[in-house]
């Protein structure tokens, strides 16, 4: 039992170059979730899933694409990356019932760097 | 909308101090409140959860209590140890609303030996 896991954990990219993070669950959750973290800015969410075939927009989705493929797999992609999503990015999973009810389950992060 | 206040730090403690890390929320439901920990280098991890007013989570020394009358789940923990140098934050789930979470912005705690 994994958890969540995300690939990869590191990443450097040019200015405009793009790339797609991949983030898995084997809790059979219908909820994923994706956040950017900053310094002195907490978790900010970007894009969630409630189900498979669902995305919606969070709190800072612009600059971003997701793609809830199957229940699960959520994966994001950056088009064009800039310097301003330079960033840590963590996928998250939640709970539906019983004990574990509205946890979310963090993956261990992709730390990614814009130059 | 639903939000979550937490202290900002960042705190500095001996080991063995007392620690407090206030918590504060506006909710439209009935929600549930939770504290989560961020070691350096990981995600984060569930460290304790209240789900109902008067409820007390605790886990690893660390306690809350979930007091409706104040919006308030302060993490608190008696005796501090340096290997709990991390991120803490406060996070509630309305279950009258999204039931997405909502977190606070994180409160980092390092402990000195």
């Known amino acids: 039992n994994a958890g969540v896991t995300q690939t990869p954990k590191f990443q450097v990219l040019k200015t405009g170059q793009s790339m797609t993070l991949q983030c898995a669950q084997d809790?059979?959750?219908?909820?994923m979730y994706w956040y950017r973290q900053d310094p002195g800015m907490g978790l900010r969410l970007i894009y969630y899933?409630?189900?498979?075939?669902?995305?919606d927009k969070g709190e800072v989705p612009n600059g971003y694409n997701v793609s809830r493929l199957n229940k699960r797999e959520f994966s994001l992609r950056l088009e064009s990356a800039a310097p301003s999503q330079t960033s840590v990015y963590f996928c998250a999973s939640q709970g539906e019932q019983g004990a574990n009810y509205n946890e979310q389950f963090f993956g261990p992060g992709t730390r990614l760097t814009v130059l | 909308g639903d939000s979550v206040t937490q202290m900002e730090g960042p705190v500095t403690l001996s080991e063995e101090a007392f620690l407090t890390i206030n918590c504060t929320y506006t909710?439209?439901?009935?929600?549930?409140l939770f504290w989560y920990v961020q070691y350096p280098g990981e995600g984060l991890q569930l460290l304790l959860k209240?789900?109902?007013?008067?409820d007390k989570g605790s886990n690893k020394g660390f306690e809350a209590t979930y007091r409706k009358e104040t919006t308030s789940f302060h993490l608190e923990k008696g005796s501090v140890q340096v290997s709990d140098s991390a991120v803490y934050f406060c996070a509630l789930s309305d279950r009258g609303g999204s039931e997405k979470l909502v977190f606070g912005k994180g409160t980092k705690l390092t402990v000195n030996p």
């Open positions: 899933s409630a189900s498979e075939g669902t995305t």
């Open positions: 909710a439209t439901g009935y929600p549930s």
């Open positions: 809790m059979n959750h219908n909820s």
């Open positions: 209240a789900t109902k007013a008067d």
